[in-house]
């Protein structure tokens, strides 16, 4: 059973940095697309980023493109969403997430596409 852990999220002001953290456990995380969702008060989930197994290929909203980048490192087991220039439309609940089959980089940006989910990390942005 896959286990995934998020971390550093927090309060920030707009402009500002965070790096989110998801550390994985429970499967082949190597072998794996990951992903991060997000949701804001009152909205439904919505798609974030994702990173292919081999970190070869990404894919982004269109609203973060430029201010954040998802990467991993596959000997750690984690994947991280680096993100800058952070806006008060940015705030939400961030959720990694991992694919339900392996070398799948098809629809990344369907929460069909996943199996597995963290238990999410806040990231507030003031204005």
């Known amino acids: 059973q896959v286990r995934l852990v998020e971390s550093g999220g927090g309060l920030v002001q707009a402009g500002e940095s965070l790096t989110l953290s998801c550390a994985a456990s429970g499967r082949t995380f190597a072998d794996y697309t990951m992903g991060w969702f997000r949701q804001a008060p009152g909205k439904e989930r919505a798609f974030v980023a994702a990173i292919t197994w081999n970190g070869r290929n990404t894919f982004y909203t269109d609203s973060v493109k430029a201010r954040f980048t998802i990467s991993r490192d596959n000997a750690k087991n984690t994947v991280y969403l680096q993100m800058n220039s952070l806006k008060p439309e940015d705030t939400a609940v961030y959720y990694c997430?991992?694919?339900?089959?392996?070398?799948?980089?098809?629809?990344?940006?369907?929460?069909?596409?996943?199996?597995?989910w963290g238990q999410g990390t806040q990231v507030t942005v003031s204005s």
């Open positions: 997430a991992v694919a339900s089959r392996p070398y799948n980089s098809l629809h990344t940006s369907s929460e069909d596409m996943y199996n597995g």
